[in-house]
């Protein structure tokens, strides 16, 4: 368990392998070995820890690597603090979850990704690797940092590699665009978590996750007045809504799937932007105290899942429908969390890391067959092209509608039932996303899989037993849709059965289950000093409410997989059975498809607000620049010019004129002195002479 | 008058320093402006001598001999001097050494 | 008595040679004379009890220095006249006045003074005459090691650069 600073490093190292000698000397296999033998020797490690802390009594490991900032007196709320950081990493029920995700789905990413990226040239090739063993060190130093210092170092690193990744490909002018959309909009994400730093440090002379929720907890909960964890807990959320792709900053998370698809899969669906979602849940006991930001939490994140799933409905990039799917899930954690139900959203952050992966390699196996092809309209019938790719869709679509008994269904049934006892609104916002979230799914499996091929014509008519060409680049003819080779069809099939079996560690108790993700991740969401107490009237307060709704929690189960068949209903109808009723609708509802189409105009609402008035700002800026400051340096520039004219004028006349007058006074005077100057020796010493002379005379008369 | 005191040395001593002064700044020869300044060195020794026999004290002896050593390197330089100039300008005539002149 | 009369007769004869060193017009004689005045000298440091400046009065001077003359004069082989220009700037006469001016004025002061205070002068010689009169070639030897030690390696030096410069200014070609 000492050795956990070793998880992230493992990817560091690999980063560093590729990144310095992997661009210029290796070949791809070479890359490959690296930069996935280092993502495996991290994902055993995890493994390894992650067992030693189940057999553990204590739930809780710290390793200091070593002292970054020594104690710096600093003021707090209680006089002066010691702002002091180690390199701390730390092992619990949570960051332990974390690693397993993390270093497990990248492996299998990275896995995938070597066929995926083969027609990269060499030195791409192992730059990718590069950025994605950086990003796995970052998010794993993320997940296992002690404190919110090397939490905020692995925060801004996976955000440096997403912004990285995104623009991968920055020759083309929409990604590298996207990229710097992703790292601004997270800037403004960031600035809150910052800020949020620096009050907690104020406020409890401390920046260790333990310290904080200790300090928290000896304080009031914060229910009827707005006071400073409150505000904490804000600037915290405003972090998280950033780098989770939450109303209002969630525009990044549709572009960054400019980048390549493992990138979308890892980065952008699996692991970077549940970060927000985990360091909420991180910081549970001052969440907790601060009520008033659980309501905001779980608002936002209930309209996040609603608006992103109903602008899944319509969108028609493969890629794009399962981003906004992401961003509807992660709204969906986050209400799990603004309801007090950390352990649930915690849970969805596993399984939604399983199934959404799947999908985005699917779809990616999908993209890859159809060269390149995202535009789903340009798809149809590749059940019969890839069968693997297919199933293993089917799975992930199923976990992700929630459908029994695969895991999306757990998990997000536990959030629908705790939103629920907390909230009816937001639960009828949660179920309706439900089914939209079906029917999206669906629709895309429907464009996908089903029907009739509608893609381009391929020069060989038996294209389709070459499965092979990716081995030699994807740069020759295209020869059909095709099944991908093993090395993509193999993490598909390992992450389905992640998303089947993923669920089972949280079976409700209303099924007969003991929901154990939960109680083991209990301890990281309560403070140290109330474990024996706090817990214990926690898991009361679960179990009584348990207790009480079980026959209600059943109903709800009931109706929302009668939801979910609905939605999958609905798209059987509209995208297999009856493709011209689809039409049809869309006619009738051409306004609000239109609206849905493109995305409610958010972008083209920041772009007329936010961007515009940031470029017409600087353009005014700009021109203050051009003609008050420019003029004033330019003025001052001249008034020099005119000064230094009229001292030019003062030096010729006064100053050299003092210095010649000088002169010539002087060589004028030696004209007649100088005939003192005979150059006779003897008249010099005559001078001399005389002197001594009256020197003795004056002696003489003295005396 | 009969009994020699240091005062006949003295005034002697005087004496022979100005008959060197005279010799410098009358004659033309440089070379024997030269001996002129070796009579004036002449009679300095003579009143050290007469100073020591007079304090019974040899201290203004040993300072003649340093200007005996003295003398004798300023005749060295000053004859080398000489020499060279007269190389150039095949003159030994003091008023026709004027070239350290405005 | 005796002492007298050698005093005033050598007093007569150094005068006398130093008039002639600077007067006449041969250079060579002006160098001969001046031997002879050196020599002059000498025996007055005899009367005066300093015998080893009299011996050093001849070697250096009457043997050394006269004879550097001597050669210069030679190497000088004058076509003309030595004297032919004079500068009209030059002052020789009033030269002449200061200088017997001064003469006047520094044996009134000698005299003037002597009357004074020659008693003490007297009977310091008379105390401590007996010392030096076996010969003070050692006493100034002592001095020279020990008190004026440095100033006698100084000067040793000094004649060590005099030769250098002289050998540098002499010579034609370096």
């Known amino acids: 368990m000492d050795v956990i600073w070793l998880i992230p490093l493992l990817p560091g190292i690999g980063a560093a392998v590729n990144g310095l000698l992997g661009i210029r000397f290796f070949s791809k296999v070479q890359t490959a070995v690296v930069g996935c033998g280092s993502m495996g020797l991290a994902a055993l490690l995890s493994v390894y820890a992650f067992v030693q802390l189940l057999g553990s009594e204590s739930r809780v490991h710290d390793v200091v690597v070593a002292t970054w900032i020594p104690p710096i007196a600093l003021e707090t709320v209680d006089g002066i603090g010691a702002f002091a950081a180690d390199w701390a990493f730390r092992l619990d029920p949570l960051s332990g979850m974390m690693i397993l995700v993390v270093s497990g789905i990248g492996l299998l990413i990275?896995?995938?990704?070597?066929?995926?990226?083969?027609?990269e040239s060499d030195a791409g090739y192992a730059r990718f690797f590069c950025y994605l063993n950086l990003f796995c060190f970052f998010m794993l130093t993320l997940v296992l940092g002690a404190n919110l210092l090397v939490m905020f170092v692995g925060w801004e690193g996976v955000g440096l590699c997403s912004y990285l990744l995104i623009g991968f490909w920055y020759e083309k002018q929409s990604a590298s665009d996207a990229g710097k959309k992703a790292f601004l909009v997270n800037r403004i994400g960031d600035w809150g978590f910052v800020l949020g730093i620096f009050l907690i440090f104020f406020t409890f002379g401390s920046l260790d996750f333990r310290e904080v929720a200790a300090g928290a907890a000896a304080m009031p909960i914060e229910a009827a007045e707005f006071g400073v964890i409150s505000l904490i807990c804000l600037f915290l959320f405003v972090g998280a809504v950033g780098k989770s792709a939450q109303i209002p900053l969630y525009v990044w998370l549709p572009d960054a799937m400019e980048g390549p698809t493992p990138v979308s899969a890892l980065i952008h669906a699996a692991t970077m932007v549940t970060a927000g979602v985990y360091m909420v849940c991180r910081n549970a006991v001052l969440f907790t105290h601060a009520p008033m930001v659980m309501t905001i939490v779980a608002v936002i994140g209930g309209l996040t899942a609603l608006m992103a799933a109903s602008i899944g409905l319509t969108q028609t990039d493969i890629k794009r429908v399962l981003a906004y799917s992401t961003v509807s899930q992660l709204g969906y954690m986050f209400l799990a969390t603004g309801v007090g139900a950390f352990g649930a959203g915690a849970f969805h952050l596993m399984t939604h890391a399983f199934f959404k992966a799947l999908l985005f390699l699917g779809s990616g196996s999908v993209i890859h067959a159809m060269n390149e092809e995202q535009d789903m309209r340009r798809m149809g019938g590749l059940k019969t092209f890839m069968p693997v790719t297919f199933v293993t869709m089917l799975v992930g679509t199923l976990a992700i509608a929630g459908i029994p008994p695969l895991a999306g269904f757990f998990s997000k049934d536990e959030i629908l039932f705790r939103t629920f006892l907390h909230n009816r609104a937001l639960w009828i916002l949660a179920?309706?996303?439900?089914?939209?979230?079906?029917?999206?799914?669906?629709?895309?499996?429907?464009?996908?899989?089903?029907?009739?091929?509608?893609?381009?014509?391929?020069?060989?008519?038996?294209?389709?037993?070459?499965?092979g060409h990716d081995e030699n680049g994807g740069h020759g003819a295209w020869h059909g849709p095709h099944e991908s080779p093993p090395p993509m069809t193999g993490p598909l099939m390992a992450l389905a059965v992640g998303a089947i079996v993923a669920g089972f560690v949280g079976?409700?108790?209303?099924?007969?289950?003991?929901?154990?993700?939960?109680?083991?991740?209990?301890?990281?969401?309560?403070?140290?000093?109330?474990?024996?107490?706090?817990?214990?009237?926690?898991?009361?307060?679960?179990?009584?409410?348990?207790?009480?709704?079980?026959?209600?929690?059943?109903?709800?189960?009931?109706?929302?997989?009668?939801?979910?068949?609905?939605?999958?209903?609905l798209a059987y109808r509209l995208y297999i059975a009856?493709?011209?009723?689809?039409?049809?609708?869309?006619?009738?509802?051409?306004?609000?498809?239109?609206?849905?189409?493109?995305?409610?105009?958010?972008?083209?609402?920041?772009?007329?607000t936010v961007v515009r008035g940031t470029m017409s700002g600087g353009r005014g800026l700009w021109r203050f620049d051009g003609r008050v400051v420019d003029g004033a340096v330019n003025g001052a520039g001249w008034l020099t010019i005119v000064s230094s004219w009229c001292s030019q004028l003062f030096d010729r006349y006064a100053v050299d004129g003092a210095v010649n007058l000088i002169g010539w006074s002087a060589s004028e005077s030696s004209f007649s002195l100088r005939r003192i100057q005979t150059g006779l020796i003897q008249n010099y010493a005559l001078v001399m002479l005389l002197g001594v002379f009256v020197f003795v005379s004056i002696y003489l008369l003295v005396q | 008058m009969l009994e020699i005191t240091p005062t006949h040395y003295l005034v002697l001593s005087a004496g022979?320093?100005?008959?060197?002064?005279?010799?410098?700044?009358?004659?033309?020869?440089?070379?024997?402006?030269?001996?002129?300044?070796?009579?004036?060195?002449?009679?300095?020794?003579?009143?050290?001598?007469?100073?020591?026999?007079?304090?019974?004290?040899?201290?203004?002896?040993?300072?003649?001999?340093?200007?005996?050593?003295?003398?004798?390197?300023?005749?060295?330089?000053?004859?080398?001097?000489?020499l060279a100039f007269y190389r150039n300008k095949e003159t030994v005539n003091i008023d026709e050494m004027n070239v350290m002149r405005w | 008595?005796?002492?007298?009369?050698?005093?005033?007769?050598?007093?007569?004869?150094?005068?006398?040679?130093?008039?002639?060193?600077?007067?006449?017009?041969?250079?060579?004689?002006?160098?001969?004379?001046?031997?002879?005045?050196?020599?002059?000298?000498?025996?007055?440091?005899?009367?005066?009890?300093?015998?080893?400046?009299?011996?050093?009065?001849?070697?250096v001077y009457a043997g050394g220095i006269v004879v550097l003359y001597l050669f210069v004069v030679m190497l000088v082989n004058l076509k003309r006249p030595p004297e032919t220009h004079q500068d009209p700037r030059r002052q020789t006469r009033l030269g002449l006045a200061l200088a017997s001016a001064l003469l006047a004025e520094l044996a009134a002061i000698i005299v003037y003074s002597a009357t004074g205070e020659s008693a003490p002068a007297a009977t310091a010689a008379a105390a401590a005459g007996a010392d030096i009169a076996g010969g003070n070639v050692e006493q100034i030897g002592m001095l020279l090691y020990t008190n004026y030690l440095i100033p006698f390696e100084v000067a040793s030096m000094l004649l060590l650069v005099a030769m250098i410069g002289a050998i540098v200014l002499a010579k034609r070609e370096l």
Do not use: C
């Open chain 1, 578 to 608: 009856r493709p011209e009723l689809a039409e049809a609708w869309r006619a009738r509802w051409a306004g609000v498809h239109r609206v849905l189409l493109n995305k409610y105009y958010v972008d083209e609402l920041y772009q007329s």
């Open chain 2, 16 to 82: 022979l320093f100005m008959i060197g002064v005279i010799g410098v700044m009358v004659r033309r020869n440089i070379i024997i402006i030269f001996m002129s300044i070796e009579l004036m060195l002449n009679a300095v020794n003579v009143n050290l001598a007469a100073f020591s026999q007079q304090w019974q004290h040899v201290t203004g002896q040993v300072f003649a001999v340093f200007v005996i050593a003295v003398a004798a390197a300023e005749a060295a330089v000053g004859l080398g001097i000489i």
């Open chain 3, 1 to 59: 008595m005796a002492e007298a009369i050698v005093f005033y007769g050598l007093a007569a004869l150094i005068l006398g040679f130093a008039v002639l060193v600077i007067s006449t017009r041969n250079t060579v004689h002006s160098a001969l004379y001046l031997v002879v005045n050196f020599l002059l000298v000498a025996m007055l440091y005899v009367m005066l009890g300093a015998e080893f400046l009299a011996a050093i009065q001849v070697l």
């Open chain 1, 507 to 569: 079976i409700p108790a209303a099924l007969g289950g003991s929901n154990a993700i939960e109680h083991f991740l209990e301890p990281s969401f309560v403070a140290e000093a109330h474990v024996e107490g706090g817990e214990v009237a926690a898991g009361e307060a679960a179990e009584e409410v348990h207790e009480i709704s079980h026959a209600a929690e059943l109903g709800l189960m009931a109706l929302s997989i009668l939801v979910a068949l609905g939605g999958i209903g």
């Open chain 1, 431 to 467: 179920v309706a996303t439900a089914g939209m979230t079906a029917f999206y799914m669906f629709r895309l499996m429907a464009m996908t899989f089903y029907g009739d091929y509608r893609g381009p014509a391929w020069e060989n008519a038996e294209g389709d037993d070459h499965g």
């Open chain 1, 110 to 119: 990275h896995i995938y990704s070597t066929s995926y990226m083969l027609s």
